[in-house]
C-alpha cells in the first residue's frame, strides 16, 4: 500500500508545464530525503530526483523538486511527448520501511 | 554497467509460496553503500516496498508483508532472492528488483537501478 499521496493524474499541451505534488508525514518527508521516479509501463523506472532536488547525471533540467515540511513537488517544464508516463515518489521511514507514492499520471494533450 | 534481471515462475498457485531471484551483472552485490530490495506494483496500483538487505549485513522488510517475506542474498552468484509465502491473489503484481542508497542517520534513500520487473500472477 502507498504511504505517500499523490494525484492520479496532471496533464498540459506540449512545451507547457505540470506540477506533481506527493504528501507524507513527519516520520517520512519530514525527515528524510525524497526522490522521484519516471516509469513507462513495461519497462524499469527511472530515478529522476534524489536528495529532494538533485538530478542524475542524464536527466535534463526540465525536471525540478522541491521539499518543504512533509510534502514534496516534482516539476516538468517544456512538456515533451516523451514525457507521458507514471511518476512516483519516495522516500524512507524513521521506522526503516521504504515507502513510496500513490502515483500520478502525466498526460501531454 | 550495472543490469539487474528478476526471474521466477510468472504463476503461482494461492497459498503456496513465490520465489523470485535478481541476477546482478556489472558489479557486485557486495559492493560499499548500497542495499539491494523488491519492490512491486499490482495493476492499477502504486509501487510497494517488499524487502531490502545490505550484503552480509541487516535486511528490512515492510511491516505489513513481514511474517510472509524472506530476503536473501547469494554472493557467490551475485544474487538477491525473494520468497513470500501463503501467496493470495493480492499478491498478483509486477515484482522489481532494485538497487538503492540506503543512510538511515541522514534519511537517504533512493533507488537508483531497477530491473525490468517481472509479473508474477497467483491463481489456481
Known amino acids: 500500500q502507498s504511504v505517500l499521496t499523490q494525484p492520479p493524474s496532471v496533464s498540459a499541451a506540449p512545451g507547457q508545464k505540470v506540477t506533481i505534488s506527493c504528501s507524507g508525514s513527519s516520520s517520512n518527508i519530514g525527515n528524510n530525503y525524497v526522490s522521484w521516479y519516471q516509469h513507462l509501463p513495461g519497462t524499469a523506472p527511472k530515478l529522476l530526483i534524489y536528495?529532494?532536488?538533485k538530478r542524475p547525471s542524464g536527466i535534463p533540467d526540465r525536471f525540478s523538486a522541491s521539499k518543504s515540511g512533509t510534502s514534496a513537488t516534482l516539476g516538468i517544464t517544456g512538456l515533451q511527448t516523451g514525457d507521458e508516463a507514471d511518476y512516483f515518489c519516495?522516500?524512507?521511514?524513521?521506522?526503516?520501511?521504504?515507502?513510496f507514492g500513490t502515483g500520478t499520471k502525466v498526460t501531454v494533450l | 554497467q550495472l543490469q539487474l534481471q528478476e526471474s521466477g515462475p510468472g504463476l503461482v498457485k494461492p497459498s503456496e509460496t513465490l520465489s523470485l531471484t535478481c541476477s546482478v551483472s556489472g558489479g557486485s552485490i557486495s559492493s560499499a553503500g548500497y542495499h539491494w530490495g523488491w519492490v512491486r506494483q499490482p495493476a492499477g496500483k502504486g509501487l510497494e516496498w517488499i524487502a531490502s538487505l545490505y550484503h552480509s549485513g541487516n535486511s528490512y522488510y515492510n511491516p505489513s508483508l513481514k511474517n510472509r517475506v524472506t530476503i536473501s542474498e547469494d554472493a557467490s552468484r551475485n544474487q538477491f532472492s525473494l520468497k513470500l509465502t501463503s501467496v493470495t491473489a493480492a499478491d498478483t503484481a509486477v515484482y522489481y528488483c532494485a538497487r538503492h542508497t540506503l543512510v538511515a542517520v541522514t534519511g537517504k534513500a533512493e533507488f537508483d537501478l531497477w530491473g525490468q520487473g517481472t509479473l508474477v500472477t497467483v491463481s489456481s
Open positions: 519516495g522516500t524512507w521511514d524513521s521506522s526503516l520501511t521504504g515507502v
Open positions: 536528495e529532494n532536488y
